[in-house]
């Protein structure tokens, strides 16, 4: 973008201009696009206003009352529905949308987020119940991933969470992890993003019964 707003508009009024292109992007993006991604495409944008830019399309579908809102997810920004229609949309999607998660697949991935990476076998330590399925299930999701192999016999997958995690749980990065147990609680299918595989809302009922301990992140966390 030029140094100087075009005659007769301040700063903020010349990046309004970018906001249908940043729309008409987040519309037909499939995964959250990072503030770099953006610039990179729209031209004369920089990374520096990228959130500028968000933060005028957020205002003109609050102000405007509509149905959408802008999410930061992932490192990323997406459009997504406003909770307000939640139960309408999840209505029409019934069925549609990937299955939920499991109460097994919900520790897991809990136990992951907090203490990665993380061995199988710590994991069953943990939990007490083996867990290779449900490790088996995450990782065809696409929410965690074997990141490094452990300093142990036989070399052990450690694993880790992925941005696919992020965006299911509606997470920008881990460090917006909620309370522990909290995490152990099922997303709502409430804001639908331009996909209707992206799942995303306030965490609602389960109690999972497992003991805190290992909620406690790694001390060199």
């Known amino acids: 973008m ?6 007769g508009m301040n700063e903020h009024q010349a990046l309004r201009q970018f906001v249908p292109e940043v729309e008409a992007l987040l519309f037909a993006a499939e995964e959250p696009l990072r503030e770099e991604e953006i610039a990179s495409i729209v031209p004369d944008l920089l990374e520096i206003e990228v959130e500028q830019v968000m ?3 957020e205002q003109r579908y609050r102000d405007g009352g509509h149905a959408l809102t802008v999410q930061r997810v992932a490192g990323g920004w997406r ?8 139960d309408l949309v999840r209505s029409h999607l019934k069925g549609k949308l990937r299955g939920r998660l499991s109460r097994a697949s919900l520790e897991t991935v809990s136990i992951i987020a907090y203490k990665h990476p993380i061995s199988r076998a710590e994991i069953e330590q943990m939990r007490g119940v083996d867990s290779s399925g449900t490790l088996r299930h995450l990782l065809d999701r696409g929410l965690i991933k074997a990141s490094s192999r452990a300093e142990a016999p036989g070399r052990p997958h ?19 992890l909620p309370d522990p147990a909290d995490l152990l609680e099922q997303p709502d ?13 306030p965490f609602v009922g389960s109690d999972s019964g497992v003991e805190e301990e290992w909620y406690r992140p790694r001390e060199d966390d």
């Open 158 to 176: 450690l694993y880790t969470t992925t941005d696919t995690f992020l965006t299911y749980f509606g997470l920008d990065s881990l460090f917006d």
């Open 55 to 57: 933060q005028a399309l």
């Open 189 to 201: 299918e409430a804001s639908i993003g331009s996909e209707v595989s992206v799942q995303h809302g």
């Open 79 to 86: 459009l997504a529905t406003h909770p307000e229609y939640a």
């Open 2 to 7: 030029s140094d100087f707003p075009a005659e």
